[in-house]
């Protein structure tokens, strides 16, 4: 339709002002935060639903070479084994057999992009022998212009080489570590980079009985990626999961226990150089927060900074060898830490919420308060007269009101935890669970008192607490209980149940961010009673 011509330069100069009016919006307007959850105890996907198979590597920021854009670059082994038992968990399996390393990319630390295996199968096992690879690192050589891969690679150490970041990764050499420590092969180990000098560390122990760490600065020696020195920073007892962070200009040493796939404690050890000296010398310190559940069931893998507008925040990234270990569902256990002064924090969630563009991170709304609620942390026959030499489960208090008392006598103690079968555990989360039995009458409490820590609140407000239960006939009394500020709940047994069955507890109020949860038993001699995956979250 015709329309005069100053009508066109009106609605020309309208469109102009709403332009400009939009753009000026989006200009000031502050950019709104927006925090992402992370959930631990779940196998893990890519954003496009693709399963995340990456376990004992590292995460480290490089630039996209087509974008330019400063990403995360995750970095892990791709065992076959991980494939099996994410699709069917209730069998712990023997071997593991490389498949690659893979390599992910991310902006936010939870949408995960699958780039492609960095380093294949037929690269890293050029004759198609087994052997072990794992514990693996990248590094960026400046010189070389040039990204470097450190992994085990049977008794030694192999090196490759990439143009880019994402690989294809290529043979490069393999070093012996005999003329550097004394062992052809590292213990544990990972790269770490120091985002402030822009250098990079291979972070090992010895290669037998693990008693000494290891710090070597990563370079090049006659045309070749290779370490450029190496400095002993502890001596003592034999720890692996070796690896580093830096927070607010001192670094921090950390490890576990050897106690093989399974979970351990966090001990960490603390310099303002990264030589050392590292403090207190060789004697690793407990992360506190890990003694509850060994870490959230994990051993030490890797830390990344998240370096936001408001803070830093570190994550601790824990490897958790569910397919070799049996000790519960996903791969990759990642936790927010806090820190008194110089003195670190784990914070055992099983759900939070984290900023990558702050760095703020929160507890989410579904977080489980229990500690070890799988009773997966214990790795052993509880009591245990082995390492480590133990009569109480972690996490939970055992109270013989009548009966045989817990002690290391293995003929009269009552044993604490409970082997589930491959069967059950196609409805129990593995290996391990609450066991309440005795050869005599009994009568038992298990209790765990749940309250805020210095840096995780326990909100008051409506709860609901769940159990996997089974049990056999012979009780007098049974029942779940929780109880806070003088008003208690508990749901009775009353009835056999030869399978495990779901029981809860809903409504259930907790004041002062404080409350017990527990069960009560009163049985015959030989009656028992199975306990599994307890949890305890807040109702909307």
């Not at 005999?178 to 990972?190: A, C, E, H, K, P």
């Not at 030490?300 to 519960?328: I, L, M, P």
Request: with cysteine; aromatic share 14%; hydrophobic share 35%.
């Amino acid at each position: 339709m015709y329309q005069p011509l100053y009508f066109k330069r009106f609605f020309a100069q309208l469109s102009v002002i709403f332009v400009f009016l939009l753009s000026t919006i989006f200009l000031v307007s502050p950019v709104i935060a927006q925090k992402l959850n992370i959930k631990n105890d779940v196998f893990w996907n890519t954003k496009d639903g693709q399963p995340i198979y990456s376990q004992g590597g590292g995460i480290f920021k490089f630039k996209d070479p087509m974008s330019g854009q400063e990403k995360y670059y995750w970095y892990g082994v791709h065992y076959k084994e991980a494939e099996t038992y994410r699709n069917s968990p209730n069998k712990t399996l023997p071997r593991s057999s490389y498949e690659s390393v893979t390599c992910y990319t991310s902006t936010d630390l939870v949408n995960w992009t699958f780039e492609g295996d960095a380093m294949t199968k037929q690269e890293a096992l050029p004759d198609g022998k087994w052997t072990w690879l794992g514990r693996l690192g990248v590094a960026y050589i400046k010189d070389l212009d040039q990204y470097a891969m450190f992994v085990q690679h049977g008794a030694e150490v192999l090196i490759a080489v990439s143009d880019l970041p994402a690989g294809p990764f290529k043979w490069h050499q393999k070093i012996s570590m005999l003329d550097r420590i004394g062992t052809t092969n590292t213990g544990d180990q990972t790269v770490f980079t120091d985002e402030d000098t822009g250098k990079s560390y291979l972070v090992y122990s010895y290669g037998r009985g693990r008693n000494k760490i290891y710090l070597s600065e990563i370079g090049i020696v006659n045309g070749k990626v290779d370490l450029l020195d190496c400095t002993m920073i502890f001596e003592g007892v034999g720890r692996e999961g070796n690896c580093m962070f830096k927070y607010k200009g001192k670094y921090y040493m950390a490890a576990s226990n050897l106690y093989g796939w399974d979970a351990s404690l966090a001990y960490y050890l603390v310099a303002d150089n990264i030589k050392g000296p590292y403090e207190p010398r060789n004697d690793m310190q407990v992360m506190e927060g890990s003694e509850s559940d060994y870490a959230h069931v994990t051993q030490t893998g890797f830390f990344f900074n998240v370096k936001g507008s408001k803070q830093e925040t570190v994550v601790y990234c824990g490897d958790r060898w569910a397919n070799f270990a049996g000790n519960g569902l996903g791969y990759n256990q990642w936790f927010p830490m806090s820190f008194n002064g110089a003195k670190p924090y784990f914070n055992s969630l099983g759900s939070w919420n984290l900023d990558v563009k702050t760095g703020e991170w929160e507890v989410a709304a579904d977080n489980n308060y229990v500690k070890n609620g799988s009773f997966e942390a214990d790795r052993k026959r509880m009591p245990s007269q082995v390492k480590p030499v133990q009569t109480y489960l972690l996490g939970w208090e055992t109270t013989v009101l009548k009966g045989n008392k817990v002690s290391l006598d293995t003929t009269s103690s009552p044993v604490l935890n409970y082997d589930n079968s491959e069967e059950e555990r196609k409805r129990v989360i593995g290996e391990k669970s609450l066991n309440i039995s005795d050869k005599v009458p009994f009568q038992r409490k298990v209790s765990q008192v749940v309250s805020s820590s210095p840096y995780v609140k326990l909100p008051d407000g409506f709860y609901t607490l769940t159990a996997n239960i089974k049990n056999t006939e012979g009780f007098s009394k049974l029942e779940m209980y929780a109880e806070s500020a003088g008003k208690r709940m508990a749901s009775k047994v009353k009835k056999t149940n030869p399978q495990w069955v779901t029981i809860e507890l809903k409504r259930m109020p907790v004041k002062n961010g404080k409350v017990e949860i527990g069960f009560l038993a009163d049985g015959n001699a030989n009656a028992s009673c199975q306990v599994d995956d307890i949890s305890l979250v807040k109702e909307k």
